[in-house]
């Protein structure tokens, strides 16, 4: 009887330390993620390609609303080059953390974003929101990159063309 109870007890600090220390785990990688994230938002803004591209892995998937899949970095420096040539220019890019799920060298996290976009000949910007699961990878010196993307729009596309000030909306 003694055996089992203090065999209970081991089990139960045992499960109370692994929680804590994975807990710990998620709220480290979290806070890593958010700075991550900063660095992407003013990356975008400032139009740097080359270093928001830098942050993903060679063997990257991005899946963006409304397009294909863009598989590898070359896919999705691609992407991003036609992007550019359209004159897009992102004033801001607010995305929150919502959740993070680590598991082994992967981790997983879900949230939500804010972005507006400029585009030539549109009177004001496109305002979106969406959310986005974003699967980072652990690299060899202990840095997160971009292993796997995908977000979508909580707004509807035509919707947003008929607001007024934007080309091709109802003018009454």
Known sequence: MKRTFLSTCVMIVFLFTANIAFSQSNSDYKSKIELINKEMAKNM???NSEKLLSLYTEDAISMP??????????????????MAKTGVKYNSFA??????IANGNLITEIG?????MSMPNMDKPIEDQGKYLTIWEKQK???LKVKVEIWNSDVD????????????????
């Not at 035509?158 to 003018?171: E, H, I, L, R, Y």
Request: no cysteine; net charge positive.
């Open 157 to 172: 596309p035509m919707s947003m063309m008929n607001q007024p000030g934007q080309k091709g909306a109802d003018k009454k």
């Open 112 to 116: 939500t974003y804010k972005i507006s």
């Open 65 to 82: 609303s409304y397009q294909p899949i863009h598989d590898g970095i070359a896919a999705i420096r691609k992407a991003n080059d036609e």
């Open 141 to 143: 010196d202990g840095s």
């Open 45 to 47: 803004q400032e139009g």
């Open 95 to 100: 995305p929150t953390t919502l959740k993070v």
